[in-house]
């Protein structure tokens, strides 16, 4: 489009040139008189208004501006033949002058039913003799190219307002370290203000090598083919303190050229310092658990000497004692076939009497002193059941077993208790012919074994004092001992047996303390 259009007619005679030159520009053109009527009215604006040229040609009085205001007002043309003309701004964005042009762009409702941004520029006509004989506008639709702008606009505001918020350090960088972009944490953390550091060299900074040798050491490894994109470097505050930040750095890129650096760090200090705190508690834990144990060991071998010094005492003195009461039983008995008085003789019974009771204490004690002195171990159910019954020998009672693959952990003298329980079998029950040993499992993750023959079983009345110390017709202790040796690691025995048909034995083995072999 030019500035100029020189006439070789008067310039209400159109020639056939003129009009294809005007159709022939691309953007939306009208041109009017000196008197503001329509003279031209390109297919461009055509389209753009939806306004034809035989409707809009010879009309005047802002004709022209209906299209676009919806009502009869001048418009940018119409300043340059009338510059004193007063024209509504309240639609311009922008009014500049370039010589004899003018350039504005503005926002509309019109042509097209929705806000639209125009950009507008008019320019006068003249003729050969340099007389404006008209004026001439063109009009453009930058609607997209002003939406991308307002887009690009509010995308870079919103991420400033993100790099600024955020909760991790930002900073950017160019080529040369100088910093550009410093956001409010990366001032929070270092204690410099962006004014501060902004055109200064981030490293020399917060990361000086006099400081920090070791880092540089190792950024001068890991940068051989650019900046890692993920690394820990700590920085130096502005009080002189350090902290510890792992960053993740972008590379930003012009015409594929590196002209700088994004870094986004996250002070990990704290992290590090609770985790340095953790190990030192770790450390001196170990190291106390280590002392404990040489302590606990000690005290057991301590105990285990003292123990076996206590059993030995308690053997000699058992044996002292029972060789005594063998002395006294042996003239009891003398005394009792020599003396006819029967009240004398009685006495003498009652001594006797007392005296096995004596004896039986101390066999007691003998059996009771073993119990829990070595520590519980892992032991195969099946063995143990078979090694008690083999050292029995119940020729005459039949033996059933099914408890194959599962370990006890109890003390050592678990067999022995399995030991009283085939004992009193055979020994109070004549008519038993058969014993059987089976488990089954409970929903609480408990074990139960049991033991059962089909002899006589055992009174309602005795089921509560078979445990009891001293009850029963042998020595008393076997079913005693039973319960106190399984007690030691919480097992538990119970009779459930049907009296007159059958002795059933129950004993229940906590979650943890039975297992199932090679597991």
């Given at each position: 489009m030019t500035?100029?259009?020189?006439?070789?007619?008067?310039?209400?005679q159109?020639?056939?040139?003129?009009?294809?030159?005007?159709?022939?520009?691309?953007?939306?053109?009208f041109?009017?008189?000196?008197?503001?009527?329509?003279?031209?009215?390109?297919s461009?604006?055509?389209?753009?208004t939806?306004?034809?040229?035989?409707?809009?040609?010879?009309?005047g009085?802002?004709a022209?501006a209906?299209?676009?205001?919806?009502?009869r007002?001048?418009?940018?043309i119409n300043?340059v033949?009338?510059p004193g003309?007063?024209?509504?701004?309240?639609?311009?964005?922008?009014?500049r002058?370039?010589?004899?042009?003018?350039?504005?762009?503005?926002?509309?409702?019109?042509?097209i039913?929705?806000?639209?941004?125009?950009?507008?520029?008019?320019?006068?006509l003249?003729?050969?003799?340099?007389?404006?004989?008209?004026?001439?506008?063109?009009?453009?639709?930058?609607?997209?190219?002003?939406?991308a702008q307002?887009?690009?606009?509010?995308?870079?505001?919103?991420?400033?307002t993100?790099?600024?918020t955020?909760?991790?350090?930002?900073?950017?960088?160019?080529?040369?370290?100088?910093?550009?972009?410093?956001n409010?944490?990366?001032?929070?953390?270092?204690?410099?203000?962006r004014?501060?550091?902004?055109?200064?060299n981030?490293?020399?900074?917060?990361v000086?090598?006099d400081?920090?040798?070791?880092?540089?050491?190792?950024?001068?490894?890991?940068t051989?083919?650019?900046?890692?994109?993920?690394l820990?470097?700590p920085?130096?505050?502005?009080?002189?303190d350090?902290?510890?930040i792992t960053?993740?750095?972008?590379?930003?890129?012009?015409?594929?050229?590196?002209?700088?650096t994004?870094?986004?760090?996250?002070?990990?200090?704290?992290?590090?310092?609770?985790?340095?705190?953790?190990?030192?508690?770790?450390?001196n834990?170990?190291?106390?658990?280590?002392?404990?144990?040489?302590?606990?060991?000690?005290?057991e071998?301590?105990?285990?000497?003292?123990?076996?010094?206590l059993?030995?005492?308690?053997?000699?003195?058992?044996h002292?004692?029972?060789?005594?009461?063998?002395?006294v039983?042996g003239f009891?008995?003398?005394?009792?076939?020599n003396?006819?008085?029967?009240q004398?003789?009685g006495?003498?019974?009652?001594?006797m009497h007392?005296?096995?009771?004596v004896?039986?204490?101390?066999?007691f004690?003998?059996?009771y002193q073993?119990?829990?002195?070595k520590a519980?171990?892992?032991q195969?159910?099946?063995?143990c059941?078979?090694?008690?019954?083999?050292?029995?020998?119940p020729?005459?009672?039949?033996?059933?077993?099914?408890?194959?693959g599962?370990?006890?952990?109890?003390?050592?003298?678990?067999?022995k208790?399995?030991?009283?329980?085939?004992?009193n079998?055979?020994?109070?029950?004549?008519?038993?012919?058969?014993?059987?040993?089976?488990?089954?499992h409970?929903?609480t993750?408990?074990?139960?074994?049991?033991y059962?023959?089909?002899?006589?079983?055992?009174?309602?009345?005795?089921?509560e004092?078979i445990?009891?110390?001293?009850?029963?017709?042998?020595?008393?202790?076997?079913?005693?001992l039973?319960r106190?040796?399984?007690?030691?690691?919480?097992?538990?025995?119970?009779e459930?047996?049907?009296?007159?048909n059958?002795?059933?034995?129950?004993?229940?083995?906590?979650?943890?303390?039975w297992r199932?072999?090679?597991?």
């Amino acid at each position: 489009m030019t500035e100029r259009i020189q006439a070789g007619t008067d310039f209400g005679q159109s020639s056939r040139q003129f009009t294809d030159i005007i159709n022939f520009l691309p953007d939306a053109t009208f041109v009017i008189d000196r008197t503001g009527t329509v003279i031209a009215w390109n297919s461009a604006i055509e389209e753009m208004t939806s306004v034809p040229a035989e409707q809009m040609l010879g009309c005047g009085d802002y004709a022209y501006a209906i299209p676009f205001y919806g009502l009869r007002r001048p418009v940018l043309i119409n300043l340059v033949l009338q510059p004193g003309d007063r024209i509504e701004n309240n639609h311009y964005h922008i009014i500049r002058q370039e010589g004899n042009l003018l350039i504005a762009e503005l926002d509309l409702p019109h042509p097209i039913g929705k806000s639209t941004h125009l950009w507008a520029k008019a320019s006068p006509l003249y003729d050969e003799q340099g007389t404006t004989i008209g004026a001439i506008e063109s009009i453009r639709d930058v609607t997209p190219h002003k939406q991308a702008q307002i887009a690009l606009e509010n995308a870079r505001e919103f991420a400033e307002t993100v790099i600024e918020t955020a909760n991790a350090i930002i900073v950017g960088h160019d080529t040369a370290g100088r910093i550009t972009l410093f956001n409010q944490a990366a001032e929070k953390t270092t204690g410099y203000t962006r004014a501060e550091l902004e055109g200064k060299n981030w490293f020399e900074v917060v990361v000086p090598r006099d400081r920090f040798s070791s880092v540089y050491e190792e950024l001068d490894h890991l940068t051989g083919d650019g900046i890692p994109k993920q690394l820990e470097i700590p920085l130096l505050t502005k009080t002189g303190d350090v902290r510890h930040i792992t960053w993740q750095n972008n590379e930003i890129r012009e015409q594929g050229t590196i002209v700088g650096t994004i870094s986004i760090g996250i002070d990990i200090t704290d992290r590090i310092t609770a985790e340095d705190e953790l190990k030192m508690l770790y450390t001196n834990l170990e190291q106390r658990i280590v002392e404990r144990t040489a302590d606990l060991r000690k005290t057991e071998e301590a105990y285990h000497r003292a123990n076996v010094k206590l059993n030995l005492l308690s053997s000699i003195t058992r044996h002292d004692i029972l060789n005594q009461l063998m002395v006294v039983s042996g003239f009891l008995e003398l005394a009792a076939k020599n003396v006819a008085d029967e009240q004398t003789r009685g006495h003498i019974q009652k001594a006797m009497h007392a005296s096995a009771a004596v004896e039986r204490h101390i066999v007691f004690t003998r059996l009771y002193q073993n119990i829990g002195v070595k520590a519980p171990q892992w032991q195969n159910l099946r063995t143990c059941a078979e090694k008690q019954i083999t050292d029995l020998r119940p020729e005459s009672v039949s033996v059933g077993m099914d408890i194959t693959g599962i370990e006890i952990f109890s003390d050592p003298l678990f067999e022995k208790g399995l030991y009283t329980l085939v004992d009193n079998t055979l020994r109070h029950s004549e008519t038993a012919t058969e014993i059987r040993l089976s488990c089954r499992h409970k929903d609480t993750g408990e074990l139960v074994l049991i033991y059962e023959d089909n002899g006589v079983g055992i009174p309602s009345e005795d089921k509560e004092h078979i445990f009891e110390r001293g009850f029963g017709k042998n020595t008393g202790f076997g079913l005693f001992l039973a319960r106190e040796i399984l007690a030691i690691t919480d097992i538990t025995i119970r009779e459930t047996g049907e009296p007159g048909n059958s002795a059933r034995f129950e004993i229940t083995v906590p979650p943890g303390a039975w297992r199932l072999q090679g597991a």
